[in-house]
């Protein structure tokens, strides 16, 4: 059974950075490709941003130019770096499979991010 773990998120003013990890177990993680996804309250849950196991990479356009995603297959672990957040990007972020894969039925905790004015 995958486990995933995300963690990272907190309190950040507009323009501000944080920096999400993602702890994948269970799987062959590094065959996969994966992604950040994103969801408000009362909204769909949205994919921000994906990574495939060669590492090429694709953007929503909300956030191309301000996000990063990256993976180490050797920690099982990937990773989103946010830079100039604003308060449209507050939500709950979490880490699934990606296309060409489905995503696990098992979605983990999420991390809350907040992003003031």
């Known amino acids: 059974q995958v486990q995933l773990v995300e963690s990272g998120g907190g309190l950040v003013q507009a323009g501000g950075s944080l920096k999400l990890s993602c702890v994948v177990s269970?799987?062959?993680?590094?065959?996969?490709?994966m992604g950040w996804y994103r969801q408000i309250p009362g909204k769909q849950r949205e994919l921000v941003a994906s990574i495939t196991s060669g590492g090429s990479t694709n953007y929503a356009d909300s956030v191309k130019g301000r996000f990063t995603i990256s993976r180490d297959n050797a920690k099982n672990t990937m990773y989103l770096q946010m830079n100039s957040l604003k308060p449209e990007d507050t939500a709950v972020y979490y880490c699934?499979?990606?296309?060409?894969?489905?995503?696990?039925?098992?979605w983990g905790q999420g991390t809350q991010v907040t992003v003031s004015s």
């Open positions: 699934n499979r990606a296309l060409p894969w489905g995503t696990w039925d098992n």
């Open positions: 269970g799987s062959m993680f590094r065959i996969y490709a």
